[in-house]
């Protein structure tokens, strides 16, 4: 078994490419780390994390953060931009250029940030990280 978890790990680093500086890499549990952008991306071509995941990945950020939530209700710490989940295609301006830049998209329950998500991997951004559950979320993991 710790075999077969090396041998992963080092597929993992491999597979990687020499992106580490555009990757956030999250303890788990037992110690060892994963990144958020090698969690799998779902058929509309994003990923989603748990609430836990983004704080961890929070210890060393570097990803553009996007609070599409309408109305405005908060904001996560480290937030960087707001941005309406149905204006998002009309301001790529407020997000990096790099449609390879890590990005990670909230909003109050998840909803309005699962619309954002597709809307930015259907216009060819590769590294959205969706928060699952949202703000709502990330205040029952405390």
């Known amino acids: 078994m710790l075999t077969l978890l090396a041998l ?3 597929v ?3 597979c990687a490419g020499g992106t580490s500086d555009t990757t956030a890499a999250i303890p ?7 990144d958020l952008w090698s969690l799998p991306q779902n058929s509309a071509g994003y990923r989603q994390a748990s609430a ?3 704080a961890s990945a929070l210890t060393n950020k570097n990803f553009t953060m996007v609070n599409v939530h309408i109305p405005y209700a908060g ?3 480290e937030t960087d931009v707001p941005i309406p989940f149905n204006e998002i ?5 407020k997000l990096p250029n790099d449609k ?3 990005i990670v998209v909230y909003c109050r329950s998840g909803g309005m940030s699962a619309v954002a998500s597709k809307t930015l991997a259907g216009l060819g951004y590769t590294n959205i990280v969706d928060l699952s559950g949202g703000m709502n979320a990330w205040q029952q993991a405390g």
């Open 8 to 10: 992963t790990a080092l």
């Open 89 to 93: 295609e009309t301001n790529l301006g």
């Open 100 to 102: 390879n830049a890590p």
């Open 75 to 77: 904001e996560l710490p």
């Open 52 to 54: 836990k995941q983004v």
């Open 28 to 34: 788990k549990v037992d110690g060892s780390t994963v």
């Open 12 to 14: 993992s680093v491999a």
